[in-house]
């Protein structure tokens, strides 16, 4: 993989696997949730070497620093290679909060029984 110059923005978020589909990177740019350097950017803007991207994806606010531009959509394990996440413990700790007061229920526990969901119902509101 070799890197180039500059690339679309919405297209870098796409090949460095931000967002799942081009047009879901696209349309996140259109609703203003992409920063790069301090100034909301239209899907076209050129991203560079150097540049720091701030994704909003309620309720969690990333900033990544781009080390490169990929040609291709990258693999997971290269993402490193392109973006550093510099994204602050406290924002990260937000989908963790989000899980609990959802019901996030410990995978393997199976369905909450009928007196859990009770309690459940009973703690939420």
Known sequence: MTA???ERIDKFLWHVR???SRSAATEACRRGRVTVDGQTVKPSHSVSKGAIVIVRKP???YSYLVIAI????VGAKLVPDFISDFTPDDEKNKLLQ???ASGYRPRGTGR????ERR???DFLS
């Open 4 to 6: 180039q110059k500059g």
């Open 119 to 121: 309690d459940l119902e």
């Open 98 to 100: 989000g899980r609990v």
């Open 18 to 20: 931000l967002f799942s």
């Open 59 to 61: 309720p969690v606010t």
């Open 112 to 115: 909450p029984t009928k007196r």
């Open 70 to 73: 990929p040609v291709i959509r």
